[in-house]
């Protein structure tokens, strides 16, 4: 897991929702994202400066999940937020 | 820019250059008294020149993590001309109350649940995000000692009912309504703009029809249908946490009662002042026009085709309504004895 040290652009607002779920939206290209609950449980651990793999360890540890598909899920998460350019290196 | 909006409020849901978003006035120093909000923003409009400005939308998600706001206290819905202003009125009346009063920023978000938003859909969480945001940033601590919020809506929005109470599920909720021949006489004498909205897409999706339609139908029928369907959603969803109001009950102690349904005790002098605003006609400004009961006339007055488009349309989810609502009564007497 090479994203270790991500953290969310200052240009990024994110909101709950609906119990999980959440909002996010760029500021600069007004771009706005909907993240399910997983999605959301990735990204206040990135706010709260947790590694992946410690986003990963709360996730088993919370649900029913194996480690090796939390790990996929959350990359695959991470590389999409990173595509988007809504988190940066710390 | 977010520091600059404090004291500001969204005024109304607008699209400027093809971009939909708010518009603000500053309305620093403006309590909101008047019956509606818009007769406010119209007072503050016209003592001087102030502020206004366009944002899209994102502000709100902003703003919500920065401005010190009150937590909704209580909901009123209504099928129009049936006291709700008379409500709204009452709970102004409490100290350190916010009354939202059909907002248009709130309402014509909610009306985009219709429009522009797939049930299920991105579209549907972002509006819902953007009500919270509105009523968040209307419900801003301006003075810093206000405790109460409520908040009541067009008379359409109630077809949205579900939408919003999955934002606020423990936001207690009323629904008001009349007799229907009472109600469709009275919108037929003064024609609501909702009535005569060119686009028909929120009365065609509360009436059950096309667009084209609803913009053929008689506004008798419109109206009858509008209200049918009003009553039918009421009589679906009503549950422990919402109360069931016929106008022909509103009284004093009654209001006491919607106000303590929203765990607000007011105290002496405020019911004074509530008894005092129920005999004035509740939507008037100056609150001088003495209010004369009209439910006879009203009666008497409907024409055929009134009375036809009720029978049609809207007695039978009216009486269905009223049934729910006096077991409901039955229910809290037992549970009280």
């Known amino acids: 897991m090479s994203s270790s040290n991500l953290v969310p652009g200052k240009h990024v607002v994110a909101t709950d929702f609906d119990g999980g779920e959440g909002i996010l939206v760029d500021l600069n290209t007004k771009k706005y994202y909907q993240l399910n609950e997983t999605a959301m449980v990735v990204w206040k651990g990135l706010e709260n400066g947790k590694t992946v793999a410690e986003i990963v360890a709360d996730i088993t540890a919370n649900y029913e999940v194996a480690p090796e598909r939390a790990i996929l899920s959350v990359q695959r998460i991470v590389d999409n937020f990173q595509t988007y350019k809504l988190v940066g290196a710390q | ?337």
């Open chain 2, 1 to 337: 820019m977010l520091r600059d909006l404090k004291g500001w409020l969204p005024v109304d849901a607008v699209v400027v250059n093809g971009r939909p978003g708010l518009r603000w006035m500053d309305m620093a120093g403006i309590n909101l008294a008047e019956p509606f909000f818009q007769q406010t923003v119209a007072r503050a409009k016209a003592e001087n020149n102030r502020g206004e400005l366009f944002t899209e939308f994102d502000v709100l998600l902003q703003l919500e993590r920065v401005l010190d706001s009150v937590t909704p206290r209580g909901f009123i819905f209504h099928s129009s001309r049936c006291g709700s202003t008379l409500l709204a009125n009452a709970c102004r009346a409490v100290s350190n109350s916010i009354v939202l009063s059909e907002a248009p920023a709130i309402d014509k978000l909610i009306a985009r649940f219709i429009t522009d938003a797939a049930e299920g859909g991105v579209k549907e969480s972002l509006y819902s995000v953007f009500l919270r945001g509105v009523v968040h940033a209307l419900g801003q601590r301006r003075n810093g000692n206000e405790e109460h919020l409520f908040i009541k809506f067009a008379c359409c929005s109630f077809s949205q009912i579900e939408r919003i109470t999955r934002i606020w599920p423990d936001v207690p909720w009323l629904f008001l309504y009349r007799d229907p021949i009472e109600t469709i006489v009275s919108n037929m004498t003064d024609v609501p703009p909702w009535l005569i909205d060119n686009d028909r897409r929120v009365l065609a999706s509360i009436t059950g029809v096309s667009s084209e339609a609803a913009s053929v139908l008689s506004l008798e029928e419109l109206c009858a249908r509008t209200l049918g369907s009003l009553y039918s959603t009421a009589h679906r969803l009503a549950t422990c946490n919402s109360m069931l109001l016929n106008y022909n009950q509103l009284s004093v102690p009654v209001i006491a009662n919607v106000l303590s349904f929203f765990n607000v005790h007011p105290s002496t002098e405020e019911m004074d002042t509530i008894a005092r605003g129920s005999g004035v006609y509740s939507k008037e400004v100056s609150g001088t026009h003495e209010f004369i009961a009209d439910a006879e006339a009203k009666q008497k007055r409907a024409s055929d085709l009134v009375r036809e488009m009720a029978a049609t349309w809207a007695i039978e989810p009216y009486r269905l309504l009223e049934q729910k609502r006096l077991q409901s009564n039955n229910l809290r007497a037992v549970s009280r004895s």
